[in-house]
């Protein structure tokens, strides 16, 4: 199978990380369980135009810091030997700077990034899926949930705490080692 991957909130913990130089940006001491909403901009006392511009100042720093999500990794890399495709499809600007610190982080973390399987600045990440067929696609936000969805991929929610209430009748794991099982399922689906 082909499956694609997001990486913010997919497999890595942006989202910990943000909030983390935001901290330090800001001065501030605003706790990860603080903030519910996939944005920023509340917790910090941002309008939505100040916080697209801090995120873009502060992107590289945050895409450089974060740990992957556990296990996200080691199930990755056993699918790739079990014969699957891995495609990390993210709406990442596709900046030389931002590009660069994507691929080392992945290489850092022992994710199987191949050179080829990266594609960035994936707004439409449904249109990219159906480009590539692929067969599954895994995601945590709202609005590629939305255009998941509407563009008929399987997609299955990576769970954070802001998008418990989306999509509930998709698939949801909260351990990457449940993806196993999920794969079979798929795969035994396929073949019918």
Same mark, same amino acid.
């Given at each position: ?59 590289? +720093?945050?895409?450089?810091?974060? %740990?992957?999500?556990?296990? /996200?990794? @080691?199930? #990755?890399?056993? =699918? *790739? ?48 899926? +159906?480009?590539?067929?692929?067969? %599954?696609?895994?995601?945590? /936000?709202? @609005?590629? #949930?939305?255009? =998941? *969805? ?43």
């Amino acid at each position: 199978m082909k499956i694609g991957i997001d990486i913010d909130g997919t497999i890595k913990d942006t989202h910990r990380a943000a909030v983390e130089v935001y901290n330090k940006e800001f001065g501030k001491q605003v706790h990860i369980d603080d903030v519910p909403d996939f944005y920023l901009d509340k917790p910090f006392g941002l309008t939505p135009q100040e916080g697209r511009k801090t995120w873009r100042r502060l992107e590289e +720093k945050i895409y450089t810091l974060g %740990l992957p999500l556990p296990h /996200a990794s @080691e199930v #990755l890399n056993q =699918l *790739v030997k079990d014969g699957h495709e891995v495609y990390f499809i993210t709406a990442r600007p596709g900046m030389e700077k931002i590009r660069r610190v994507t691929k080392m982080w992945l290489k850092k973390h022992g994710f199987p990034y191949n050179g080829r399987n990266l594609h960035m600045n994936s707004v439409n990440k449904a249109k990219v899926a +159906k480009k590539l067929g692929i067969d %599954l696609f895994f995601e945590d /936000a709202k @609005e590629h #949930l939305d255009k =998941l *969805v509407s563009g008929k991929v399987p997609t299955i929610i990576v769970d954070a705490c802001y998008n418990r209430d989306l999509h509930p009748k998709l698939l949801r794991i909260t351990d990457w080692r449940d993806v196993y099982e999920i794969v079979e399922k798929v795969e035994e689906l396929n073949r019918s």
